[in-house]
């Protein structure tokens, strides 16, 4: 179901980019097929949302950072997602343009949904990449910080908007009483700031000197977590071969990975030559760009030169 | 240095292979949007030269001749590095290569005539559209030659033996699609006017 509503949001995606332009006068027709799309893509869309909440309902939830700021994402993006089918209908898309409204909405699309999943998946995997987690004490307080930072930043830019405040002008007339939002806006703004200064000073202490990961730190379903952190160049020392979705909690267990590659695996040595053929390109695009052509011809030969050089590099093991 | 030989996938196909074919599918993309940028275009320049003011359909037949000889050549030569013979293969991954570059002859002879009769890249929509289309192929047709003349040295160093006919083969696969490409050029710019 996922898979299928995300291919379909995929595939109405191409029919809804002109609802950014309900405001220029596109016409009756093309304002309606885009206003019908935009309305529409919100069921497959809808049908996610669902998922995750069964998911979280079938499972049994650690409230740990990387899960909280994945519970933020689905609350926030479904907030976002609200306000999207609002300014989906092209009449009332007409007076919330150019509006702080939008900015609202944005935002709780964007940073509500896209930056509260990044930064549940970096607490997800950072373990995994560098070998060692992040701080959970830190991270709750950066999550919380950063939640309710976001929904004092962004929140009161609803109504802000539809009292009619423009968006990219930062003065106004105090009749228009949005004076205290405007400050709780701002406020929350920097509470956001402070957050990340938090996910930083994280990030920073936990890389030295944060707790061991081991192979497994959250009794994970995939692979990657049958590895060691972080993974070694060859990543996994023989194919594995997978049996289940959920391949580490399924009955029939997975054959064990050895901890010792049982046979030489081949890893290319390190190259220069790569980032040397790159920068040739980038050279003759610079030299056409700038119409000189002996700097085409000086970085055609580079590249050239390079891609044999990489071609027959001695081969590593 | 012993297992370089050792690099097959579950699909049977030699890596190397199936990221040749890979490729040739993304060119596929690129020769496409160019070509169909040049039947868009079609008919709609403002001022001349047009297409059948200057296209040489004579000239362009041998050059096309050439190119498809140049195939029959590589096919040869694929054969004579497959089965050890090192004089014939020399000889026909040369005729490939030489082959090839007389068809660059040609294309420089139609290109420096075509600016001398005034249309440039920058004349109308049909100089624009054709001259990236037939240059982008020009510029496959020299990688080609160059690829070619690779392992014609590579020969010569005897490192070309039969268990490097893989490399052949893909030099190969790529020379019959930058044929293919021009023979689908030739009948969309040159003989449907």
């Known amino acids: 179901m996922v898979v299928y509503s995300g291919a379909l949001i995929g595939f109405m995606g191409w029919g809804v980019w002109a609802h950014?332009?309900?405001?220029?006068?596109?016409?009756?027709?093309?304002?309606?097929?885009?206003?019908?799309?935009?309305?529409?893509?919100?069921?497959?869309?809808?049908?996610?949302?669902?998922n995750w909440l069964a998911t979280m309902w079938g499972g049994q939830v650690r409230f740990t950072t990387a899960m909280l700021f994945a519970m933020g994402f689905i609350a926030m993006f479904v907030i976002g997602g609200l306000?999207?089918?609002?300014?989906?209908?092209?009449?009332a898309d007409l007076q919330q343009t150019d509006t702080y409204f939008v900015v609202a909405h944005i935002h709780y699309v964007l940073f509500g949904g896209a930056i509260q999943g990044l930064f549940a998946g970096i607490y997800y995997w950072f373990p995994k990449m560098t070998g060692r987690l992040l701080n959970e004490k830190l991270g709750k307080l950066h999550f919380w910080l950063m939640f309710i930072g976001m929904n004092l930043a962004f929140f009161p830019m609803h109504f802000i908007g539809l009292l009619g405040m423009p968006r990219r002008i930062y003065t106004y007339r105090p009749e228009l009483g949005v004076e205290t939002m405007n400050l709780i806006s701002t406020i929350g703004a920097h509470v956001i700031a402070v957050a990340l200064?938090?996910?930083?000073?994280?990030?920073?202490?936990?890389?030295r000197r944060g707790e061991v990961a081991?192979?497994?730190?959250?009794?994970?379903a995939m692979l990657e977590w049958t590895i060691p952190s972080p993974?070694?160049?060859?990543?996994?020392t023989v194919i594995p071969e997978v049996v289940s979705r959920l391949p580490r909690w399924s009955v029939t267990h997975m054959k064990a990975i050895p901890e010792v590659p049982p046979q030489p695996i081949h890893v290319p040595g390190g190259s220069y030559w790569p980032l040397v053929a790159a920068l040739g390109i980038i050279g003759m695009a610079t030299g056409a760009v700038a119409h000189t052509l002996w700097i085409v011809l000086a970085s055609g030969a580079v590249l050239i030169f390079s891609i044999y050089r990489w071609a027959f590099e001695p081969f590593e093991v | 240095m012993t297992h370089a030989a050792a690099h097959y996938t579950s699909t049977g196909l030699d890596n190397k292979k199936l990221a040749f074919w890979a490729f040739i599918g993304s060119e596929c993309l690129l020769f496409g949007s160019l070509i169909s940028t040049y039947l868009v275009y079609k008919g709609r320049s403002v001022s001349g030269p047009t297409p059948h003011e200057i296209l040489n359909i004579p000239v362009t037949s041998v050059s096309t001749f050439d190119l498809l000889m140049s195939s029959l050549a590589m096919v040869l030569a694929l054969a004579a590095v497959s089965r050890g013979d090192k004089l014939w293969a020399r000889f026909w991954l040369g005729t490939t290569a030489f082959l090839g570059l007389v068809f660059l002859g040609f294309q420089y002879y139609e290109f420096t005539s075509f600016v001398?009769?005034?249309?440039?890249?920058?004349?109308?929509?049909f100089g624009s559209t054709f001259f990236t289309l037939t240059g982008t192929h020009g510029a496959h047709v020299a990688v080609g030659v160059l690829l070619l003349l690779t392992l014609l040295v590579r020969s010569f160093q005897g490192k070309l033996g039969p268990e490097k006919a893989i490399n052949v083969e893909v030099t190969g696969l790529y020379w019959h699609f930058v044929d293919v490409v021009w023979i689908v050029i030739f009948t969309v710019v040159y003989l449907l006017q």
């Open chain 1, 20 to 50: 950014h332009m309900f405001a220029s006068g596109l016409g009756p027709i093309a304002d309606s097929v885009f206003g019908a799309t935009t309305m529409m893509i919100a069921i497959p869309t809808g049908v996610k949302i669902f």
């Open chain 1, 83 to 91: 306000s999207g089918v609002m300014h989906s209908s092209p009449p």
């Open chain 1, 197 to 207: 200064l938090f996910f930083i000073y994280n990030v920073w202490r936990s890389w």
């Open chain 1, 214 to 220: 081991g192979n497994d730190p959250w009794g994970g």
């Open chain 1, 231 to 236: 993974p070694p160049d060859y990543n996994f």
């Open chain 2, 116 to 125: 001398r009769e005034g249309l440039t890249i920058r004349t109308n929509l």
